[in-house]
T-cell receptor, first 110, second 120 residues
Framework: SQQGEEDPQALSIQEGENATMNCSYK?????LQWYRQNSGRGLVHLIL?????REKHSGRLRVTLDTSKKSSSLLITASRAADTASYFC??????????FGAGTRLFVKA | DTEVTQTPKHLVMGMTNKKSLKCEQH?????MYWYKQKAKKPPELMFV???????INESVPSRFSPECPNSSLLNLHLHALQPEDSALYLC???????????????????FGPGTRLTVL
């Protein structure tokens, strides 16, 4: 079964607004990663947060992790049209097996 | 160089054809992965190679045959595919567990652009 579940499935916002995406997972993890995918292209790694971390920042991205609730959130601040993409969380709980969530499709209107 | 390359970009094949997908990286990563992704779905892990040895096979049908001829190359040989095998096939690489500063955990995976496969 899928490890990560994301909501919302789709999100449409205006340029300049913030976008928040959430990810929930079921089992214990070693780390959680967020990836971006432009339509029909490969995935681009955005940020990795380890199970002993609670928050990480990278540029306009802020990721939080709550292991007690088995959830994570990705916040994109001051969104741009170029942020339009699908965003996936991915969990890793040992070894090589990274399991991706269903993804959130973000559309940023100029 | 943090690039993973995949060829071809697009492939159309019949159900009786034999074709191969290729993936290459020069980041010194010793773990390489094949994923399958259907439209509007997340990537699904197919195979993992670590130090050129098959580590994970996620119960993939035998019509998909992976090969890792050296530490930089990963192939996926295709034979007698079905139309439902049409998808985006993604290759990725990373440092294997135990080699990322002593971490036991998989490091960031770097993905190629994918091969769009259509089976007629």
């Amino acid at each position: 079964s899928q490890q990560g579940e994301e909501d919302p499935q789709a999100l449409s916002i205006q340029e300049g607004e913030n976008a928040t995406m959430n990810c929930s997972y079921k089992t214990s993890i070693n780390n959680l990663q967020w990836y971006r995918q432009n339509s029909g292209r490969g995935l681009v790694h955005l940020i990795l947060i380890r199970s002993n971390e609670r928050e990480k920042h990278s540029g306009r991205l802020r990721v939080t992790l709550d292991t007690s609730k088995k959830s994570s959130s990705l916040l994109i601040t001051a969104s741009r049209a170029a942020d339009t993409a699908s965003y996936f969380c991915a969990t890793e709980n040992g070894g090589f097996k990274t399991i991706f969530g269903a993804g959130t499709r973000l559309f940023v209107k100029a | 160089d943090t690039e993973v390359t995949q060829t071809p970009k697009h492939l159309v094949m019949g159900m009786t054809n034999k074709k191969s997908l290729k993936c290459e990286q020069h980041m010194g990563h010793r773990a390489m992965y094949w994923y399958k992704q259907k439209a509007k779905k997340p990537p699904e892990l197919m195979f993992v190679y670590s130090y050129e040895k098959l580590s994970i096979n996620e119960s993939v049908p035998s019509r998909f045959s992976p090969e890792c001829p050296n530490s930089s190359l990963l192939n996926l040989h295709l034979h007698a595919l079905q139309p439902e095998d049409s998808a985006l096939y993604l290759c990725a690489s990373s440092t294997p567990p135990g080699t990322s500063g002593g971490s036991l955990f998989t490091d960031t995976q770097y993905f190629g652009p994918g091969t769009r496969l259509t089976v007629l």
